[in-house]
């Protein structure tokens, strides 16, 4: 045990991480005021517990869009595992499927998709050349949903790695794609990561795009990067089983609400209808069990799995992270995660 | 007098206790969101005062739970308490006493609950031997009225403790239990006192096991630990006399509301029926005063009395509590308690 | 010229005082959170101010309690003011004079009251000795307005005097009472003009005795320290003709709402009956013009100008305030006070 | 490329800068309340961006007062431009013209109004001689619009420039005046730009003013320094083509509202029947984004661009303001900005 809680890993992390790669991680885009509202936002919802559950033991056992999880969490998708870990997402995909959550295998991953083991969904960048698109669907018919990302139709402009001129290191590539020369290309005063999704990445992915993409496969779909209930209605209409809720961990539109004050206008305008996740900011079992409060079937987990791969913890991780979830519930009065629906809450703001 | 306030017996009692004993009295549960927010929501809170109060002196008198007090105000039921001073529970229930308050005795009193002078209720906590719970309250006879503390399923993650590997000494027992072995194990990274409280406290006490043991004693009924307010009408039901609105001062569910913005609620609920008490963030007459006007029918007090009992200063911090609450009151228009209800007051948030 | 805004005279003052007398002038009640929170309601007012006003300069030209005022602003009644300058009372009421605005005399005073020059009116604390009040009243036949106090039944325990074991020095006494003989034993721990005040004012002053009061004289009466609207309406039953919505500096009730919040309730409840004053936290000619927006007749300033007197700068500092204000309502797009009354304002909170 | 956000502008040049001309600047009025509340304002501002705006990129083009531009912004007028750069407005200028975007030529810039080029509006301060306004307003033929400032009957009392007895040195005159003599007069505690403007403005300036200057000219007509939608409404009844809601960068009356708060009252009275503009406090792309979706029309750029200046990157800065506009209106799933106007936004308070 080297950690006593999950955000301890930040710092665990930040000490073996060059600056470099740590600010990839930890950074937001612009004046990183998302990325701190998300965490001021969450800090601010106030649960009210309820007492005497009643049970020996909090049962998080959940479903997250058809697929069974131990509890009501998936591992993020995130870029270039490897830069943080010599076996990158096989590692983290590892500990996900020992812990019994979903890992979404990202478009970006440094390791070929194919090789991820355990219960993965993927994740889909739109690629400006369609075959590839089409390529890389296929490729993932291993995988049991396919999440589309919808707030990336160019990278948000992430003034450290711009002041870095951040560049992926040789022996870091996105596996999954034929190059990613410019994404290694340091130039002082751009993020060469950002200049490669610029040329990979089709800002012009449309609604009807997605439509196409759904008749073509069985995957269950996933929008992820919802903010706007008008947003969420277009993807119940396209067919989709889920949304994330997500402004990305702060690394897109700088100003843009933070996800879980966005959540309960989402779960109003189609929580009936499709599963609804959430992600950004979340840090502790506490997050989650507030998250599950104000109305999501479950959340995604980014950052503080990452930085525990960076320490090689992310067993030790998803361990705590469990914890910390059937603690509060527990604390919170609730046997399980329908009670959870049923707490009350407010915004202390 | 060493003290112009209550509120300085923390700095006084930090610097005589270890860090770890001062941690475990003065932590919370988590990232401490909830310790923090009980203390900056009665801060936010702003009293309309009165003029005129057209008396000398102003008369605190109360009634607590049938029990006739000084002031409304009890000591809240604390555990262990010769970690701080050798003579521990005897003392401060002898200062409660001679001020004229009910001192609450802990289950996990480090002296055993006969031995405690005064006029005492007694704080159950649910035992997972059904026949240790009833030895327990035959032997509280002596008591005028049975706490049952119900936000304890387990113990919250106090990571101060966690760090510390917090054990308790070899000459601190859990006085009224058949054995703390386990409390006095010290590993690090753990706890030793939630273990403890793990193996011993049963967390699927239910609302039917508090009808069971209402109807088994003639005790008035106290429910500790409630917030939401459809709890505190099971409370009602199970034919409790009083209800303490309490987030166990900010140590059990960390993002928890604080209890002064609960209190409402519950006296919205039950306020014509029962006692409303609260705890969690008292730290002056003041607050006594608000959490009077918000509603409750008194206060419990917990740490402050912890860190007078450390400096030996018990008479005087009691005697300090109660100029202050006069004060209070007379500067807020109000003779006594009927008084203070009436008094408006807004949450400046 | 020394300061550049009225807000400079507390650090120019801090300079020459000693620490003790600095603490009894800046200081506050309890944990000074009404003392702050006067200052954090103030900034939070924000003016949406007009456009041209058409007029060569501002006119700030007021009527207060009957009295012509070159400003709507009056010297707030403030003990000892010996305490800071040689000439104490007879410096800054000559500079009052010379500035066209009211000096209110404290019953507290370090010269007598009728030395005092200038447009006066006499603050009156009710004394246990009703003779003692009657002759008071006798003596102030030259004020032109009399206001009473009525929020300090006892003085508010305000710590850092506790803390200094402040005493007033030999020199300095309360010229119109017969003895101040307690004020001046410096007893470590305890306040002696808080001791003083205790055995000279009476906490049992009522309404009855103010309408008493009124009948026996010819003044205006002002009630000083009204935060409540029912008790505003009690004061126009007695026949006051103005109340001072006051928290007396934070020196009183801390956690007492702040006065500017108060306001506006006193405003609707009395506003078209009686004069409504306010004071508490006033710094700035912007504070006077928000006051008033909010729905002041004018203000009363303490502590700034007992700042400036410290530092022998009185005439400086009323012309620095009657400048901030005139610019103040000329930026708002007012060129009187009958427009002031009409801007648009919120709280920023 | 020297900055990484349009907001590095103010470092840099402060470094280039001496303390007096920065602070000229940089400073607000008073307390520098208004300064601050526009950029906290902007900040609590949170758009929920929509998704998938199908376009390749964002495109900002704009209308503003009848003028084509490039994206909706204008450089704000700004007097005295040779105080950081030799070639002051011609410089600026030139960038603005090159960035396809209208520059704001002030009433006291440091070069005649004639040599400015570019696509040039004339701002006008209402002088006391009027023959003096006819002939400004004549030489600016060549203009597109007229800007009258109304929100300066005097200037405000800045505290940097009255500690700094600030002046101009002797190169830096009001080029399109007869004199600035007074300006270069410098006396301690005392600003002489302001002692300046104080002998050559005419606070007696009033609508019926406007009228008369409407009439007699052909150019579209824009009332800058409008907070209040009476005064907006006002604006639209002498025939103005625009207003701008502004508080002129918090340097009039401290204490008045952000611009951001007071834009949607002055949207709702006045924005179906003419251009809305808005300045004060705008610091990057997102800040366009947010006033555009609160309702404006366009925004002025001030002090940003003055920074810019001092270290001779108009272009640079010109450039970064419109990236990250576009990257702010694609990430916020805009092609263009009628769907800016369409976002949902929240003051997150
Ligand atoms: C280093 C890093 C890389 C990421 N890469 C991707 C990605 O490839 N695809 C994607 O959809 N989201 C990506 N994200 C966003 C995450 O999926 C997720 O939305 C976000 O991290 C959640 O916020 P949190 O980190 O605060 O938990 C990435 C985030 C980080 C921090
Ligand atoms: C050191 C410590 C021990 C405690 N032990 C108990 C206990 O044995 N039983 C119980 O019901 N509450 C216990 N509490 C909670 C208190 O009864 C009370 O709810 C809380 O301390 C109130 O908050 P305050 O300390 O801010 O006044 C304990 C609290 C502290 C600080
Ligand atoms: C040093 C000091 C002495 C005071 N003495 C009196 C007094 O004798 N009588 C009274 O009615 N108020 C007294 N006050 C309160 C003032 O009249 C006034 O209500 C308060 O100072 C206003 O707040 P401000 O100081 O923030 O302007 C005193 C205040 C101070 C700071
Ligand atoms: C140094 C400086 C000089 C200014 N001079 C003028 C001026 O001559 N005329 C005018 O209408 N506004 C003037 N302004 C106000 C600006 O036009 C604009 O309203 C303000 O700067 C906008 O706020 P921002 O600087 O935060 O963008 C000036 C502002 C600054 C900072």
Redesign the interface.
């Known amino acids: 045990?080297r950690a006593?809680?999950l955000?301890e890993y930040e710092a665990l992390a930040t000490g073996v991480l060059s600056g470099a790669v740590s600010d990839f991680i930890s950074g937001g885009s612009?004046?990183e005021?998302t990325l701190r509202?998300n965490r001021s936002?969450l800090?601010r919802?106030?649960?009210?517990?309820?007492?005497?559950?009643?049970?020996?033991?909090a049962d998080p056992a959940s479903r997250l869009v058809g697929t069974a999880a131990a509890m009501p969490v998936a591992v993020a998708p995130m870029a270039y595992q490897r830069l943080v870990h010599p076996e990158g997402e096989l590692e983290l995909a590892r500990a996900a499927a020992a812990a019994g959550v979903p890992y979404v295998v990202s478009t970006l991953s440094s390791y070929p998709l194919e090789k991820i083991p355990g219960e993965c969904w993927f994740q889909l960048y739109w690629l400006r050349d369609r075959r590839q698109v089409e390529a890389l669907v296929d490729r993932a018919a291993g995988c049991s949903a396919l999440v589309v990302t919808?707030?990336v139709?160019?990278m948000?402009?992430r003034?450290r790695d711009?002041?870095n001129g951040f560049a992926l290191p040789d022996d870091v590539v996105a596996a999954n794609l034929e190059t990613t020369r410019e994404a290694h290309a340091a130039v002082p005063?751009l993020s060469a990561v950002a200049a490669h999704t610029a040329s990979a990445f089709s800002?012009?992915?449309?609604?009807e795009d997605l439509e196409w993409l759904k008749n073509r496969t069985e995957f269950p779909l996933v929008v992820k990067?919802?903010?706007?209930p008008?947003?969420a209605k277009r993807a119940v209409d396209v067919g989709a089983s889920a949304v994330v809720v997500s402004?990305h961990g702060g690394r897109?539109?700088?100003?843009?609400?933070?996800s879980i004050?966005?959540l309960p206008g989402v779960v109003d305008a189609v929580g009936n209808e499709i599963d609804v996740l959430m992600d950004s900011g979340i840090r502790?079992g506490?997050?989650v069990?507030?998250a599950l409060a104000v109305g999501a079937s479950g959340v995604l987990v980014g950052r503080p799995l990452l930085w525990a791969l960076a320490v090689d913890a992310c067993d030790e991780a998803l361990g705590l992270l469990r914890?910390?979830l059937t603690?509060?519930m527990?604390?919170?009065?609730c046997a399980d995660l329908a009670a959870v629906k049923e707490l009350?809450w407010?915004n202390?703001?």
Do not use: Y
């Not at 309820?50 to 049970?55: D, H, N």
């Open positions: 045990v006593a809680c955000a612009g004046a005021l509202a936002a800090d919802v106030r649960i009210t517990p309820r007492v005497m559950a009643g049970a020996e033991r919808v707030d139709p160019v948000g402009r003034l711009v002041r005063g800002p012009t992915v449309s609604w990067g919802i903010l706007d008008r947003d402004n897109q539109l700088d100003g843009a609400i933070a004050d966005a502790s506490t997050d069990l507030k914890t910390e603690d509060a527990l604390l919170a009065g009350s407010r202390d703001g």
